[in-house]
């Protein structure tokens, strides 16, 4: 389905298992909600990358790793579940989505580079307990976020992980 412009809506069936690599990447027109079903434990690399009007999305319980890219530049996105039992946040994960605030859920040990940079909306995240690294630049230009709170867990942040956070105040 890569780069169906007027694709406006899919129905993944609940016997899906894997979503590839750029599976609805540039599928403009897909708006509204997407139910990812709970068999589905992997979701390929950019797979709803540039889907512009897509507005929400839940991501199923026995998804571990949230792959590079999966939801880059969904400037509309303003809604993302995600579930209980993420290890890690891949690379540009949700780079560029119109997110106010994201819910990272206590399994999550790994926040990877550029997971959210340029999450122009973003005003506020918790980091839980459970994190042990952040990534090079995995904040950068998030520039409506007011505050964090890193827990003791962190051990490692990395490069220019909050760089250009202009209104980040504590």
């Not at 040990?109 to 340029?118: G, L, M, P, R, V």
């Amino acid at each position: 389905f890569y780069n169906c412009e007027n694709l406006k809506e899919i129905n993944i069936p609940t016997e899906i298992e894997y979503i590839g690599d750029y599976a609805f990447r540039g599928c403009q027109s897909l708006e509204n909600e997407i139910v990812i079903p709970e068999g589905v434990s992997e979701i390929g690399r950019y797979a709803f990358s540039d889907c512009y009007l897509l507005s929400a999305i839940h991501l199923p319980s026995n998804l571990e790793y949230i792959s590079e890219g999966l939801l880059n530049d969904c400037k509309n996105l303003r809604k993302i579940i995600l579930s209980k039992g993420i290890v890690s946040i891949g690379p540009f994960a949700f780079s560029g989505c119109a997110v106010s605030e994201i819910f990272i859920p206590d399994s999550v040990k790994s926040i990877s580079k550029n997971a959210f940079e340029k999450m122009l909306n973003l005003k506020k995240i918790n980091i839980p307990d459970s994190v042990i690294k952040i990534g090079d630049f995995a904040f950068y230009g998030c520039t409506y976020l007011t505050s964090v709170v890193i827990p003791d867990s962190v051990t490692e942040i990395g490069e220019s992980s909050f760089y250009n956070c202009v209104n980040l105040k504590s």
